[in-house]
């Protein structure tokens, strides 16, 4: 059995003869080679694993406990088309002006970089996420890589804004998460992040704490905890925001109703939305960490989410939760 890597700072690195040109004397082109690794590098990161149904990242496995397949993808927009009609058909709140480079940070399926970028043709926008599930028809000005947000982030230069949501059950170190959007943002440039509060409350009292509803939600909550992700981030990104430094914070709250039970338009309209996307993502968010954090089996899980699917429907009870928005903007001095 071989030991441990041992340093080799001190050893000089020896050169490949299969790299040099013909004369000796200088680098061959490495154009093949790389081509090959890069698809071989490509081909690695979509080799995605299957668990009861359901398609996960193959990149960081574990990483992150959602699936990734079309079904979720889909949900994912659905979920998007709902914040911008929840924030006033805005895609955005921080107060920005003449950004140049944005990160998008855990893009999903890319929907905010691509609109950002078409609404803003003068900046730069670079969207990460755990796979490649981005088009590849996208502005000339969006890009996308693979990458885990929670490890160490190494750009070139700092951006002018950076921006985050819907991250409920995918980061374990929310602190941490922030600090880095700290360090890379310019002085005077702005973070914005948005995200839920997964439990759901009824202002009328017709949400009953012993539903299947709230057992799913309890189990929930409590299975992530345990897995090291926070499922409920909105309610202390203000807080966090404020730790990191960041002045002129401001926080702001929307209620985002379940069900098309109430009686404004709009808000019918964001209820409808919501109702779709919970209805998707029952199994999404539970199969995995209900099985192996709560070592449940795949037909209980079902069974569960089949009675929590129908309670959903039932329009007597008018749940709602709530969508937090902070930005915040580091300061100049």
Not at 116 to 128: S, V
Not at 163 to 168: G, I
Not at 197 to 207: I, K, L, R
Not at 250 to 274: C, M, S, T, Y
Request: aromatic fraction near 12%; proline fraction near 8%.
């Amino acid at each position: 059995m071989s030991g441990p890597p041992t340093s080799d700072a001190d050893s000089a690195i020896e050169i490949d003869p299969q790299v040099l040109d013909e004369d000796g004397s200088s680098f061959a082109d490495f154009t093949e080679e790389l081509d090959d690794f890069t698809t071989s590098i490509n081909s690695s990161i979509s080799r995605y694993p299957f668990e009861n149904g359901r398609r996960y990242h193959a990149f960081k496995p574990g990483a992150y406990p959602l699936p990734n397949d079309d079904v979720e993808l889909d949900r994912l927009n659905v979920v998007h088309h709902m914040i911008k009609k929840a924030l006033g058909d805005k895609l955005v709140l921080a107060p920005f002006e003449n950004v140049h480079r944005v990160l998008d940070v855990g893009t999903g399926t890319g929907i905010w970089a691509m609109e950002m970028g078409d609404a803003h043709p003068e900046a730069e926008f670079l969207g990460n996420d755990l796979s490649p599930v981005q088009p590849s028809w996208v502005p000339p000005n969006v890009h996308f890589e693979v990458d885990d947000i929670e490890s160490r982030w190494a750009f070139g230069a700092p951006f002018d804004f950076v921006f985050s949501r819907t991250l409920p059950c995918a980061v374990g170190d929310w602190p941490g998460l922030v600090s880095q959007a700290y360090r890379n943002v310019k002085p005077g440039g702005w973070v914005e992040f948005q995200d839920v509060d997964m439990v759901f409350y009824a202002e009328d009292g017709s949400y009953s704490p012993s539903s299947d509803t709230a057992l799913w939600v309890h189990l929930l909550v409590g299975a992530a905890r345990t897995a090291g992700k926070e499922p409920c981030p909105g309610p202390r990104l203000e807080q966090w925001v404020r730790d990191a430094g960041f002045a002129n914070v401001v926080h702001q709250k929307f209620k985002l109703p379940l069900g098309p039970w109430p009686r404004d338009a709009r808000q019918k309209e964001i209820g409808l939305f919501n109702l779709v996307q919970a209805i998707d993502s029952l199994e999404a968010f539970s199969m995995r960490l209900f099985t192996q954090v709560l070592h449940w089996s795949p037909e209980e899980v079902q069974v569960l989410c089949a009675k929590v699917r129908t309670e959903l429907k039932n329009k007597s009870s008018h749940r709602m939760w709530d969508y937090h928005v902070v930005y915040g903007q580091r300061p100049t001095a």
